[in-house]
């Protein structure tokens, strides 16, 4: 029998990276096995730390640094006897002899360590390309808590006015939030026409009338040509389309580029994205030798393909995963989807799945629907809209993706939804889950079935619908448009070519309406057009409902509108509910926000 402090040296476990991935494999290992010898070594000064905390302990949200060691080497050691290894650096791995070069940072020292079991988590480094100017000391990347402390350090010392994030993923839209906290006016560079590309142009749209709402300069479309020094000393950020943006700091957030040197030097096969390939039990070509987190592609559970998930619930899942296999339980690393939250300063925006674009380019048919569902029972104060996306397949109604962008309840509702998706779930199976509710939580119909009731009705024919890029099309082919709203919304802006019914008057007119012939029908959100829908299809009509309604269409057209209309109802709710604590105070903020 082993003892409680032997190991066996034969088998090592030698785990390269001591961050999200590699920790937990490591943590996970020690519960399974007692007796192997398990070594984390980590290039950087800190293990276990929470790089997905850095944004807000820049803004000050997270005062204290060391909330962000989720864990220290002496606690591994003492709780695990894990052998925490910091500021050593893997250099090679020799798999002939299973051994690894390690190089200690502190000594300068190299020397071997022998490993039965490899894991490689070395994650993903930020992109930074060889632009002029790039080595400015005022252009920070952000993936450690030394990046963060220097950034932190740069605010205090400089008092910056005025900073240019590139780039507008995740971490973008979180530095942008995280500056503007601290009072530094932002303009975000973004090259493509969007930010966040996990979620479809229409639904970024809701992202982009926010930021610009919260004073963040948007310049989509444009790509980071150069860096130079302004008359002033300023740093000047110049894009490809000539614009210059004089700021005091710039923070690219470009994406980030899986670290895969050390495997490729070691022979081992790499995926067509560039990460680390592993089969499903996560071993790498060499079977001794596993890999995780950001530097892995994983199968994509709703195209099938290889595909490259930066994100931490994955990186933590996979740790505990190799674990179990090398602790010798029979494993199936399952499918990843991409689930991911987001707060762009009021709004949080959540994804899962496979977006339009991508089904698209995977040539994979789908149908969708857009609900516009509140976060709570709408009588009791404080509910706010939010905007759901859902992707599904037109003949079996499986979901294939998920887009929620919103204020509050976000995140609950998501969670329903990625949930279900990853168990296969149809859209009539969102219809008939069975969800808590209390006025203060939800609603009777939560947001999830409403989604499900929304696109069922599609798939069942109940409406036939139409979307936004269709209606241009539909009307040179001598549709009607009737918008269903109240006439003081139609008089505050409709669509071109637009006749007004309000809905309430639709019985009495319903004699005026083309017998031969489409009728599309909108209102704000799609609700009540839906109704009319329903009411004149019974009588003999053709009506097609414009699904999302006038919301989505300005979101999808925002040139064609005065923003998205329903924006404002969004903030109001806001204001009133975060500034005002009496019905004086409401009245004010209703006034002014008028
Ligand atoms: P990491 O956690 O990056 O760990 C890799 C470690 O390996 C590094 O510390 C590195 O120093 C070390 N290493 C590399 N090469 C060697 C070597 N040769 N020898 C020794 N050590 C080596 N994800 C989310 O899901 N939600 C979020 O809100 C979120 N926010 C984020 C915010 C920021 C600012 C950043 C940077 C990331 C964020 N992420 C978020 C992503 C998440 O942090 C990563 O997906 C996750 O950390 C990946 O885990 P990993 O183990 O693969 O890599």
Same mark, same amino acid.
């Given at each position: 029998m082993t003892g409680c402090n032997q190991q066996r040296p034969d088998r090592t476990i030698v785990i390269v990276g001591g961050v999200a991935g590699g920790a937990s494999c490591a943590a996970r290992l020690r519960r399974l096995d007692e007796s192997a010898a %398990?070594?984390?070594?980590?290039?950087? #000064?800190?293990?276990?730390?929470?790089?997905?905390?850095? =944004?807000?302990f820049i803004s000050g949200e997270i005062h204290d640094r060391d909330k962000l060691l989720i864990t220290t080497p002496d606690r591994l050691s003492q709780r695990f006897?894990?052998?925490?290894?910091?500021r050593h650096e893997v250099m090679a791995i020799d798999r002939q002899r299973k051994t690894v070069e390690v190089r200690d940072h502190q000594s300068g020292q190299t020397y071997p360590l022998r490993y039965e079991k490899l894991v490689l988590s070395p994650g993903a480094a930020p992109v930074r390309p060889r632009l002029p100017g790039i080595e400015d000391a005022r252009i920070f990347s952000l993936r450690t808590i030394g990046d963060a402390e220097r950034i932190r350090a740069y605010l205090e010392a400089n008092d910056p006015r005025r900073a240019v994030v590139v780039g507008g993923g995740f971490i973008g839209l979180e530095m942008a939030e995280s500056l503007s906290h601290v009072g530094v006016h932002v303009t975000l560079i973004e090259l493509a026409a969007q930010v966040m590309l996990s979620v479809d142009r229409e639904m970024a749209e809701w992202i982009h009338q926010h930021l610009r709402m919260k004073g963040v300069e948007l310049i989509l479309e444009e790509g980071v040509a150069r860096f130079s020094a302004g008359d002033d000393g300023s740093l000047v950020v110049s894009t490809d389309r000539g614009n210059q943006v004089p700021c005091d700091l710039a923070?690219?957030? %470009?994406?980030?580029? =899986?670290?895969?040197?050390?495997?490729?030097?070691?022979?081992?096969?790499? $995926?067509p994205l560039g990460g680390i390939k592993v089969n499903d039990r996560l071993q790498t070509s060499d079977p001794d030798i596993y890999a995780i987190g950001d530097a892995i592609e994983v199968q994509d559970g709703i195209l099938g393909g290889p595909r490259r998930i930066p994100l931490a619930n994955l990186a933590n899942r996979q740790g505990r995963l190799a674990a179990d296999h090398i602790g010798g339980k029979e494993i199936a690393c399952t499918d990843a989807y991409g689930t991911s939250v987001v707060r762009v300063f009021d709004l949080t925006v959540a994804s899962t799945g496979a977006s339009e674009r991508a089904l698209v380019a995977g040539g994979v048919p789908y149908e969708k629907s857009y609900t516009h569902p509140a976060s709570h029972a709408g009588y009791y104060p404080g509910a706010v809209p939010m905007v759901m996306k859902l992707l599904f397949a037109p003949e079996t109604g499986r979901v294939?993706? $998920?887009?929620?962008?919103?204020?509050?309840?976000v995140d609950k509702r998501f969670d329903v939804l990625a949930t279900a998706m990853q168990l296969g779930a149809t859209v009539s199976d969102l219809a008939r889950l069975e969800l808590?509710?209390? *006025? *203060?939580?939800?609603?009777? #119909?939560?947001?999830?079935?409403?989604a499900g009731y929304a696109a069922s009705n599609i798939l069942d024919g109940d409406v036939e619908i139409v979307h936004a890029d269709q209606v241009d099309g539909w009307l040179g082919e001598g549709a009607l448009l009737l918008d269903v709203r109240t006439v003081g919304e139609f008089r505050r802006g409709q669509l071109n070519q637009a006749v007004n019914i309000p809905i309430d008057e639709m019985r009495s007119h319903l004699t005026e309406l083309p017998m031969n012939g489409? %009728?599309?029908?909108?209102?704000?959100?799609? %609700?009540?057009?839906?109704?009319?829908?329903?009411?004149?299809?019974?009588h003999g009509y053709r009506p097609l409902n414009l699904s999302g309604g006038y919301m989505v269409y300005c979101a999808t057209y925002p040139n064609r509108c005065k923003g998205i209309p329903g924006l404002q109802r969004w903030r109001r709710a806001l204001a009133l509910e975060t500034f005002c604590s009496t019905p004086e105070e409401?009245?004010?903020?209703?006034?002014?926000?008028?």
């Amino acid at each position: 029998m082993t003892g409680c402090n032997q190991q066996r040296p034969d088998r090592t476990i030698v785990i390269v990276g001591g961050v999200a991935g590699g920790a937990s494999c490591a943590a996970r290992l020690r519960r399974l096995d007692e007796s192997a010898a %398990i070594v984390m070594l980590e290039r950087g #000064k800190h293990v276990s730390f929470a790089n997905c905390g850095l =944004p807000y302990f820049i803004s000050g949200e997270i005062h204290d640094r060391d909330k962000l060691l989720i864990t220290t080497p002496d606690r591994l050691s003492q709780r695990f006897r894990i052998d925490v290894r910091v500021r050593h650096e893997v250099m090679a791995i020799d798999r002939q002899r299973k051994t690894v070069e390690v190089r200690d940072h502190q000594s300068g020292q190299t020397y071997p360590l022998r490993y039965e079991k490899l894991v490689l988590s070395p994650g993903a480094a930020p992109v930074r390309p060889r632009l002029p100017g790039i080595e400015d000391a005022r252009i920070f990347s952000l993936r450690t808590i030394g990046d963060a402390e220097r950034i932190r350090a740069y605010l205090e010392a400089n008092d910056p006015r005025r900073a240019v994030v590139v780039g507008g993923g995740f971490i973008g839209l979180e530095m942008a939030e995280s500056l503007s906290h601290v009072g530094v006016h932002v303009t975000l560079i973004e090259l493509a026409a969007q930010v966040m590309l996990s979620v479809d142009r229409e639904m970024a749209e809701w992202i982009h009338q926010h930021l610009r709402m919260k004073g963040v300069e948007l310049i989509l479309e444009e790509g980071v040509a150069r860096f130079s020094a302004g008359d002033d000393g300023s740093l000047v950020v110049s894009t490809d389309r000539g614009n210059q943006v004089p700021c005091d700091l710039a923070v690219l957030a %470009i994406g980030v580029k =899986p670290e895969v040197d050390l495997a490729r030097k070691a022979g081992l096969e790499l $995926g067509p994205l560039g990460g680390i390939k592993v089969n499903d039990r996560l071993q790498t070509s060499d079977p001794d030798i596993y890999a995780i987190g950001d530097a892995i592609e994983v199968q994509d559970g709703i195209l099938g393909g290889p595909r490259r998930i930066p994100l931490a619930n994955l990186a933590n899942r996979q740790g505990r995963l190799a674990a179990d296999h090398i602790g010798g339980k029979e494993i199936a690393c399952t499918d990843a989807y991409g689930t991911s939250v987001v707060r762009v300063f009021d709004l949080t925006v959540a994804s899962t799945g496979a977006s339009e674009r991508a089904l698209v380019a995977g040539g994979v048919p789908y149908e969708k629907s857009y609900t516009h569902p509140a976060s709570h029972a709408g009588y009791y104060p404080g509910a706010v809209p939010m905007v759901m996306k859902l992707l599904f397949a037109p003949e079996t109604g499986r979901v294939l993706d $998920g887009q929620l962008v919103g204020i509050d309840g976000v995140d609950k509702r998501f969670d329903v939804l990625a949930t279900a998706m990853q168990l296969g779930a149809t859209v009539s199976d969102l219809a008939r889950l069975e969800l808590a509710y209390a *006025p *203060p939580f939800g609603t009777g #119909k939560d947001a999830v079935n409403i989604a499900g009731y929304a696109a069922s009705n599609i798939l069942d024919g109940d409406v036939e619908i139409v979307h936004a890029d269709q209606v241009d099309g539909w009307l040179g082919e001598g549709a009607l448009l009737l918008d269903v709203r109240t006439v003081g919304e139609f008089r505050r802006g409709q669509l071109n070519q637009a006749v007004n019914i309000p809905i309430d008057e639709m019985r009495s007119h319903l004699t005026e309406l083309p017998m031969n012939g489409a %009728i599309l029908v909108y209102c704000l959100t799609g %609700i009540r057009s839906y109704y009319v829908c329903r009411l004149l299809k019974q009588h003999g009509y053709r009506p097609l409902n414009l699904s999302g309604g006038y919301m989505v269409y300005c979101a999808t057209y925002p040139n064609r509108c005065k923003g998205i209309p329903g924006l404002q109802r969004w903030r109001r709710a806001l204001a009133l509910e975060t500034f005002c604590s009496t019905p004086e105070e409401r009245s004010i903020v209703r006034r002014n926000m008028k």
